[in-house]
């Protein structure tokens, strides 16, 4: 078996159990569990705290002690247990813990995931630039193979989506210790920080970096605005007799499947875009997108306005993708060697950390203030964060400065 064939089925399977329920899970809290959007928006906030705290931690411990791709099963072992119990759990005090324990033992598995993709390929004399990205793209084909299995077998609004997952998380623990070694750098540390880890925070003393993960922390916001909100705004649509027997509104979880089909388009074309037009213009695409993304949402409609739904759902490929998988590579390109799994784990903890955490209260707090006797006003609600993701790319184009070399893009320091 190749190593880049190994490569792809963990690839696949780290993303299947996200699929599983992230995008299906705020539909069965709104829907079935009848929490207010301001319940919903603490419960997703979870997915911020941990990933403040665990993706920098363990990415310290994969780069000093233990090996990668052994505490990536662990995660995904303890995840698995962690499922299991939020699926037994129904109000939004105990599903709140319930999923801060999940996104404790998931989030950081992300990271991880890119840590020994990277180190494997690096260690089989290929280039996590160019190879990697036709790799990934099967862990967004695993997302969507998990959503329609949750939609084809009716688990969108049930506690069976959580339980689906679980197994999922099982299966990927127990594959991942067959995976290639990954051996910590065992480096001598020169100092307290250095022997935490902590010198990955040098980063922002670089001001292009500091920079870019502020920005980063934003996006990660946007990403998490249309993971909580994507499935309960079609699923208002049933409320409605003239789109109550459309498709869209009986299978969301396929319909929002469009985007995670859209990004195994937009993977591919990374290595092409980042060395002909550098990670600064890569962004600002990404950036633009999103605010396609929401501005789609805000005039689509299940009925004759459907096509404006599958247009927002094409545009989050590179929404996504040129955000998530470039950002990656380009801290993978610029950051230390010795310190690229803390890296990893910082750029983790600014997106998915802070920056979700801005997004799951801020959408959640949004919902709510356009909420009006259980009605909201769903088209101000996306032209808002549509204008916020258009502000964003305003300012990143005017302050982030990056000489941008092609030929940095086509191989990777060792």
């Not at 801060?100 to 995931?113: E, G």
């Not at 388009?265 to 002909?276: A, H, K």
């Not at 101000?380 to 982030?400: C, G, K, N, P």
Request: proline letters at 4%; glycine letters at 8%; charged letters at 10%.
């Amino acid at each position: 078996m190749s190593i880049k064939f190994r490569l792809t089925i963990i690839n696949f399977l780290q993303f299947f159990i996200w699929g599983a329920y992230l995008t299906s899970i705020g539909g069965y809290m709104y829907a079935t569990l009848h929490f207010q959007g301001e319940e919903i928006g603490t419960v997703f906030l979870t997915l911020g705290i941990a990933s403040i705290f665990m993706p920098p931690l363990l990415g310290i411990v994969s780069d000093k002690w233990i090996n990668a791709e052994r505490l990536l099963g662990i995660m995904h072992l303890v995840g698995a247990a962690a499922l299991y119990y939020a699926s037994t759990v129904t109000t939004p005090t105990t599903m709140f813990w319930a999923m801060l324990l999940v996104c404790a033992a998931y989030m950081p598995t992300i990271s991880l995931n890119n840590t020994v993709s990277y180190y494997v390929l690096k260690s089989h004399g290929m280039e996590p630039q160019k190879d990697f990205p036709p790799i990934r793209v099967w862990g967004t084909i695993g997302f969507i193979a998990a959503m329609w299995l949750t939609d084809l077998f009716h688990l969108t609004l049930t506690k069976g989506q959580l339980l689906f997952a679980c197994g999922s998380s099982i299966i990927t623990g127990l594959y991942c210790f067959t995976l290639p070694y990954c051996k910590p750098a065992n480096t001598k540390s020169s100092s307290l920080a250095e022997a935490f880890g902590l010198d990955a925070l040098k980063l922002f003393g670089i001001t292009k970096m500091a920079i870019f993960f502020i920005f980063s922390m934003f996006l990660g916001a946007a990403l998490q605005i249309t993971n909580q909100w994507g499935v309960p705004f079609i699923d208002h649509f049933k409320s409605d007799p003239a789109y109550a027997d459309t498709i869209g509104v009986k299978y969301p979880n396929i319909l929002v499947s469009i985007s995670q089909i859209s990004e195994t388009v937009f993977i591919v074309t990374i290595p092409f875009f980042l060395r002909r037009y550098g990670i600064k213009t890569v962004m600002l695409m990404s950036m633009v997108a999103w605010c396609l993304r929401f501005g789609l949402f805000g005039i689509g409609n299940p009925g004759s306005g459907l096509i404006f739904l599958i247009l927002s759902m094409i545009v989050y490929g590179m929404a996504f993708d040129f955000f998530n998988i470039s950002g990656s590579l380009f801290i993978e390109k610029e950051a230390p060697s010795n310190i690229r799994g803390s890296a990893q784990g910082l750029f983790m903890m600014m997106t998915n950390g802070i920056g979700a955490m801005i997004g799951s209260y801020g959408s959640g707090w949004m919902v709510q203030h356009y909420t009006i006797d259980g009605v909201t006003d769903w088209p101000s609600v996306w032209f808002i964060f549509s204008a916020y993701a258009l502000t964003i790319a305003v300012l990143f184009a005017l302050i982030f400065k990056y000489r941008h070399q092609p030929e940095s893009f086509q191989t990777v320091s060792h």
